[in-house]
Nanobody, 122 residues
Framework: VQLQASGGGLVQTGGSLRLSCAAS????????MGWFRQATGKEREFVAT????????YYADSVKGRFTISRDKAKNTVYLQMNSLKPEDTAVYYC????????????????WGQGTQVTVSS
């Protein structure tokens, strides 16, 4: 699976952005997908994940109620809708994929896309 993330940018506090991740490969529909982020000087952290059929979704506590992950199998794309953005959401966001959602939750997904920068100004 190859992953291409897009949609990052600069937004003011309280604003919204939607990240997209286009996946290539015929097995996309069988993979769990997710998002991680890494702020400057900090460790990479889990943000959200969705199972292959959308039946299981998990979020980091820091984004619950503000971020929504979804997937469109027809478009081989996973999305991260980010609302009520805060300066502490500023980071490079990475799209990930793995056959097992538990592996993503354990922060060890085997497939990573390139990052997309999200900057939230105060």
């Amino acid at each position: 699976v190859q992953l291409q993330a897009s949609g990052g940018g600069l937004v003011q506090t309280g604003g919204s952005l939607r990240l997209s991740c286009a996946a290539s490969g015929r097995t996309f529909s069988t993979y769990a997908m997710g998002w991680f982020r890494q702020a400057t000087g900090k460790e990479r952290e889990f943000v959200a994940t969705i199972s292959w059929n959308g039946g299981s979704i998990y979020y980091a506590d820091s984004v619950k109620g503000r971020f929504t992950i979804s997937r469109d199998k027809a478009k081989n794309t996973v999305y991260l809708q980010m609302n009520s953005l805060k300066p502490e959401d500023t980071a490079v966001y990475y799209c990930v994929a793995d056959r097992e959602i538990t592996v993503i939750c354990a922060s060890s997904p085997r497939n990573w896309g390139q990052g997309t920068q999200v900057t939230v100004s105060s």
